[in-house]
Nanobody, 126 residues
């Protein structure tokens, strides 16, 4: 049933790196903007990064700029989030999402994304 499946989460020490992947199944999202959001315990889900449908532009939350990089491979129907210099405050469940509109630009607004994965846990120890 799932259309978006995240992987790559885990436990890492502060300063370390992880790469998350989000693979699409059952349909292609090559013409949809894609994004990553995260939800820490007891907090609301927040925007992390987004990428235009063709990879031509990206958008990042201030808290991850310079540390995280979003990319996509439309041939593989997959989006990635490279996370470097991880901090304990990056601990959260990370969700990938696909924009509801075709040929979409990156957006930080959750209600513009109609397709969501189940999430993958990222834990950063101090």
């Amino acid at each position: 049933q799932e259309q978006l499946v995240e992987s790559g989460g885990g436990l890492v020490q502060a300063g370390g790196s992880l790469r998350l992947s989000c693979a699409a199944s059952r349909r292609t999202f090559s013409t949809n903007a894609r994004a990553w959001f995260r939800q820490a315990p007891g907090k609301e889900r927040d925007f992390v990064a987004a990428i235009r449908w063709n990879g031509g532009s990206t958008l990042y939350a201030d808290s991850v700029k310079g540390r995280f990089t979003i990319s996509r491979d439309n041939a593989k129907n997959t989006v990635y989030l490279q996370m470097n210099s991880l901090k304990p405050e990056d601990t959260a469940v990370y969700y990938c999402a696909a924009h509801s509109t075709l040929y979409s630009a990156p957006s930080p607004l959750q209600n513009e994304y109609g397709y969501w994965g189940q999430g993958t846990q990222v834990t950063v120890s101090s």
